[in-house]
């Protein structure tokens, strides 16, 4: 089974809340969407820096399920986030999801979110435990 099937099939609930979508998913690199909802947002309507933050720890999160081994589970130990642009009210995000490092007890991830226009909207380096 591939990766994006084996994410797919899976509930995701925290995922499936804030309506992110994967569009692909491999052991070095997973893509995901989230429409920019009103219930997302912040004032003036942009999506919340939290937001953000929660849908680059699913992609990372989901990355490293992807290239754990057999019987082992993850958690997030450490997340760092630069907001470069605000994403606003009913705009698509972008998160491409790859690694910087994949060791026996932790991995390292980075993931650029971006509009659906291309506009750069955070960048965020995480580290998962393998647990």
Known sequence: MDALARITERPLPFAKLLGIEFASAAPDKVVGTMRVREDLCTLPAVLHGGAVMAFADTLGAVATII?????????????????LAPAPLDAT???????????????????????????????????QMIL
């Open 67 to 83: 290239n754990l081994p057999e019987g082992k589970h993850t958690t997030t130990i450490e997340s760092k986030t630069n907001f």
């Open 93 to 127: 995000i972008v998160g491409e999801c790859t690694p910087l490092h994949r060791g026996k007890r932790t991995m390292v991830w980075q993931t650029h979110i971006s509009t659906s226009e291309g506009r750069l909207v955070a960048i965020v380096m995480q580290t």
